[in-house]
């Protein structure tokens, strides 16, 4: 398995921006992926970003397209989520995670991605 550290969360106001980071460790064969999840209170966890490690192709969903790019640095095993524009709505516990996806074009789901981080806290008011 992977090992995920995120960092980067932080409190701001509307309008801000702020850039989480993940930096993976370990045995990353066995995935060709790396996503960001969020969850707030009471929600389930939605993919928001993903961007193929092995060959080419990010995805964004459309809550946060135009607001939020991800970009990775292969040399340092880290992948990049740069929020800007931050809405009260994106407030939530953001995970970076680790997987296979055949297609990233089409989006991400959790049951794609076998490899967590613990998650990085994003308050926006």
């Known amino acids: 398995h992977v090992q995920l550290v995120e960092s980067g969360g932080g409190s701001v106001q509307a309008g801000g921006s702020l850039r989480l980071t993940c930096v993976a460790s370990?045995?990353?064969?066995?995935?060709?992926?790396m996503g960001w999840f969020r969850q707030s209170p009471g929600k389930g966890r939605e993919g928001v970003a993903v961007i193929k490690t092995r060959g080419s192709g990010t995805y964004l969903a459309d809550s946060v397209k135009g607001r939020f790019t991800i970009s990775q640095d292969s040399a340092k095993n880290t992948v990049y989520l740069q929020m800007n524009n931050l809405r009260p709505e994106d407030t939530a516990m953001y995970y970076c995670?680790?997987?296979?996806?055949?297609?990233?074009?089409?989006?991400?789901?959790?049951?794609?991605?076998?490899?967590w981080g613990q998650g990085t806290q994003v308050t926006v008011s």
């Open positions: 370990g045995s990353t064969y066995g995935s060709n992926c």
């Open positions: 995670a680790a997987g296979s996806v055949a297609h990233v074009e089409y989006g991400l789901a959790e049951r794609d991605f076998d490899s």
